[in-house]
């Protein structure tokens, strides 16, 4: 899947969700993955995501296929929009 783009916000597919919760064991339902390298059909991204108190958590370059990935909608998708935004403005300071 070639158009993966890095640094941009995305989320894993709905039939997926319960194989990555049982390999990485994270929300992933709730989390945005920023890709930030390629290796082929697979994907290393930064992971993040809000518990359910509103604390912000990541992991850095945890591997997905890339085939699995799917881009974030800023109307559909506005709070994970919304933390991937957070993400990059704390990048850039």
Do not use: T
Not at 16 to 42: M, T, W
Not at 64 to 69: D, G, I, P, S, V
């Amino acid at each position: 899947m070639d158009n993966i783009q890095l640094g941009k916000p995305y989320k894993v597919s709905e039939h997926k969700h319960d194989q990555y919760v049982r390999h990485y064991d994270v929300p992933i339902a709730n989390c945005v993955l920023v890709p930030v390298k390629k290796y082929g059909e697979h994907i290393s991204c930064d992971l993040l995501w809000k518990d359910s108190s509103g604390e912000a958590h990541r992991r850095d370059e945890l591997m997905f296929n890339a085939a699995y990935l799917q881009p974030v909608d800023a109307m559909r998708d506005y709070s994970l929009f919304d933390l991937w935004e957070e993400y990059e403005k704390n990048r850039a300071i």
